[in-house]
């Protein structure tokens, strides 16, 4: 069953809701799409305040052609392929627009985006770019001075407020069909809990309402328009807390999850264990992470846990961090695996990576010690005649440490 957000998406501008402050009767994208005069734009704002959504609904209400792509999935091939098909087939006589929409755009890479100028240049294209990332350091100079940045914002609670009341009452697409009333303090936590986020507010929201209704229908009848229920529906508090619970969770860069996925992807690397380190890759590229953090992680890895072991892991590990950088998404995807595969069945040493923070420990417990005097430069006469670097001999055997530390061993 596709997901009541989806259901929900409006389709003309009059049925958007919030992001007044760029789509009010007398701002700039306002009067752009009701006078037919759309620009190339980029939609930078969190997840789930309808980047999408207004990227159809601006094609929709301008009558023009719809492509959406996913950086994360898409090749800069493949979205060339369409740019040349829609310049071959334009009629001067009968032109129709084609908007082009770049979901998570920041991840193709330098490169990547160059491609994109001519295209936007000549204007036979639309392009709409969405991002989370801060545009100034994601995306190429010459292609945001081709664009305009709008900042989407998290949805206000009035916002989610309405949105949740028309699924409610829309029988066709939404919840109507149901008897359900939702306790205001269910929708104080389900709007706490979504973060401004449309999509978990009205998904939680229907996995709330069908758990009610799990025990009255079979597994093929939860269509939400299959018939109207007799009985109301209270949505309650603990209700939302359970919704809550079983929803998926979504990849937050900076959350739990996030978190939890790279400690286990290392620690699967630490294992050797390379069945898990390819799942938990999986898992990371299929969320959207950015595979420069991954590959950052894994040339720290090869230091920390592979080092003396097999000194060309840290060669491998930053060869794979350029070719991720030079690639992007998706062809690197596979620059990542092969080197998640060597890291992980590589020998394990972390001797080296043990041993330099018992040093750093000692420095931080006794500070700056006074280094011996045979090691000591000296450039100068005065320094020569104090004693700087009297005595020192190139291949010494002798303990070099400071006096307090004469005979530690961190290696």
């Known amino acids: 069953m596709i997901p ?21 009767e007398d701002n700039l994208l306002y009067k752009s799409i009701k006078n037919n005069q759309l620009f190339s734009m980029v939609f ?30 898409t090749g800069i091939a493949e979205v060339k392929k369409l ?32 491609a994109f100028l001519p295209y936007v240049e000549n204007g036979l294209i639309t392009l709409i770019g969405a991002t989370t990332e801060n545009p100034s350091f994601e995306i190429i100079n010459p292609l945001l001075s081709r664009t305009r940045v709008l900042t989407l914002k998290s949805l206000e609670r009035e916002d989610i407020e309405e949105i949740v009341n028309r699924a409610l009452k829309d029988k066709e697409k939404g919840l109507g069909n149901f008897k359900v009333k939702v306790l205001p303090e269910a929708l104080d936590l389900l709007i706490e809990a979504s973060n401004g986020d449309a999509r978990i507010v009205l998904n939680v929201l229907e996995i709330a309402v069908l758990s009610v209704c799990h025990s009255e229908r079979s597994e093929e009848s939860r269509d939400p328009s299959a018939k109207p229920q007799d009985d109301k529906i209270i949505i309650t508090k603990e209700l939302i807390v359970e919704a809550l ?13 996030h978190h939890n996925t790279i400690s286990a992807f290392i620690k699967s690397m630490r294992a050797s264990n390379v069945d898990a380190a390819l799942y938990y890759l999986a898992r990371m590229i299929s969320a959207g992470e950015d595979p420069k953090f ?15 072991a097999q000194p060309t892991a840290l060669v491998v590990a930053n060869e794979v961090f350029k070719a991720v950088e030079t690639i992007g998404y998706p062809e690197c995807q596979i620059n990542l695996a092969h080197g998640v595969v060597y890291l992980s069945v590589a020998k394990k040493d972390r001797s080296a990576y043990e041993a330099y923070f018992k040093a750093l420990d000692d420095v931080k417990n006794f500070g700056a010690l006074p280094i011996p005097m045979n090691l000591r430069n000296a450039p100068t006469k005065l320094m020569k005649n104090l004693g700087y670097g009297d005595g020192y001999q190139k291949y010494s055997k002798e303990d070099l440490l400071p006096v307090k530390l004469k005979g530690k061993k961190y290696y």
């Not at 601006?58 to 994360?72: G, L, M, W």
Request: aromatic share 10%.
């Open 245 to 257: 619970q079983e929803r998926v969770l979504s990849y937050d860069k900076h959350g739990e999850e």
């Open 4 to 24: 009541l957000a989806d259901r929900m998406r409006p389709k003309y501008l009059a049925e958007y809701i919030g992001q007044k402050h760029i789509l009010s």
């Open 83 to 114: 740019f040349e098909k829609v310049i071959a087939e334009h009629n001067p006589m009968f032109p129709k627009k084609t908007v082009v929409f770049i979901d998570e755009i920041h991840r193709f890479n330098k490169a990547q985006q160059d």
């Open 44 to 73: 930078w704002g969190p997840p789930g305040v309808g980047k999408t959504t207004l990227a159809r609904v601006i094609a929709s209400e301008i009558e023009a052609d719809f492509v959406e792509f996913s950086a994360v999935s």
């Open 294 to 308: 991954i590959a950052r992680r894994m040339v720290i890895f090869a230091s920390e846990d592979i080092g003396q």
